[in-house]
């Protein structure tokens, strides 16, 4: 969707019409009205990024994929587009037409759902065909947009203690990375996490957890229960606005 203003001369064009309306008019003949051209017409068709998963530290660029067409009249264009992220502005870069980026920072841009656009385009354009001085300048917006997510990765530790073959106690460990002072990954507490076991088609669910724990506790799940041998056992907790979700490594009890 685009909404454009456009400034245009046509000096030589408008005055030639104007005179040869006058003769046609003293001659009592007609004259019908000349087509419209569109020109400075430029419109973005596709913008798009990939989720990116955060481990390591400081800015990085965020690669961006996207395609401006305009009518070929068009001289000159520039690209400004809004970053929004969680839904309200932050930032802006200029889109190139194909391949572009932007600077993330964690601590100016932050983490949660990015959406590029609107882009506002401006430019020049002259067509030099078919009216002679047809010219002028362009600039509006144009809506299309697309989001994706800029999180923290995430790590699960799973392991399992058995005291005997029918019974096993499972440690779960959440930890995500954390760029701001340098902390590597830290004990986090993710919304959920999820006990599952493979019943020999698919996972299913054993347990939820909602892990609420502080300081060493932070992140941690202790849990027993009976089991059968050479089961298969796995943990999936859940993402946040910030963090990603994470499945573990399968465990296996004895067999």
Do not use: H
Not at 52 to 64: E, K
Not at 139 to 148: I, K, L, N, Q, V
Not at 211 to 219: I, N, Q, V, Y
């Amino acid at each position: 969707m685009r909404v454009f203003k456009r400034t245009s001369r046509r000096t030589f064009s408008v005055g030639l019409v104007l005179v040869l309306a006058g003769v046609a008019t003293s001659a009592g003949l007609s004259i019908g009205a000349s087509p419209a051209y569109a020109y400075g017409n430029l419109s973005v068709d596709y913008i798009s990024a990939s989720n990116i998963s955060v481990s390591s530290y400081g800015c990085r660029y965020i690669p961006v994929q996207a395609s401006i067409s305009g009518d070929g009249f068009t001289t000159f264009y520039s690209a400004r587009t809004d970053i929004l992220v969680n839904g309200n502005y932050n930032d802006y870069f200029y889109l190139d037409n194909g391949s572009s980026s932007f600077q993330w920072c964690p601590r100016f841009n932050g983490y949660g759902r990015f959406t590029l656009g609107p882009t506002v385009l401006s430019g020049y354009y002259d067509n030099g065909g078919y009216n002679f001085g047809d010219y002028g300048s362009f600039d509006g917006t144009d809506y299309t947009s697309s989001s994706f997510y800029i999180k923290r990765k995430s790590l699960l530790s799973f392991s399992g203690s058995q005291s005997s073959s029918s019974r096993v106690s499972w440690t779960i460990r959440a930890k995500r990375f954390e760029p701001n002072g340098y902390l590597g990954y830290v004990r986090w507490n993710p919304p959920k996490v999820q006990l599952q076991r493979w019943n020999g088609s698919a996972w299913v669910k054993i347990r939820n957890f909602y892990p609420a724990g502080t300081g060493t506790s932070r992140g941690v799940v202790k849990y027993s229960m009976k089991t059968g041998k050479g089961l298969k056992y796995r943990v999936v907790s859940n993402a946040n606005g910030t963090t990603w979700g994470r499945t573990s490594e399968v465990v296996r009890t004895r067999r």
